[in-house]
């Protein structure tokens, strides 16, 4: 990610999850940028990686 527009991109898709109440997403743009998802309900690593997909971005590790 290079810019505010893909970072508005991965939040936007990422809060389309359902039960997700919170998303950061820090901007590295010439490393890794990080999302942090706050969520009521456990979330299932497929559901955030295609979010990520969708954004058209690569998921390069989940942490919790």
């Given at each position: 990610m290079?810019?505010?527009h893909c970072v508005a991109s991965?939040?936007?898709?990422l809060?389309?999850?359902?039960?997700?109440q919170d998303v950061e997403v820090?901007?590295?743009a010439?490393?890794?940028s990080t999302a942090t998802v706050t969520s009521a309900?456990?979330?299932?690593e497929a559901s955030i990686r295609n979010a990520i997909d969708e954004a058209g971005?690569?998921?390069?590790?989940i942490t919790s």
């Open positions: 290079t810019c505010g991965v939040t936007e898709e809060k389309e999850i359902e039960g997700v820090i901007l590295d010439k490393g890794v309900n456990s979330l299932n971005y690569t998921l390069e590790a």
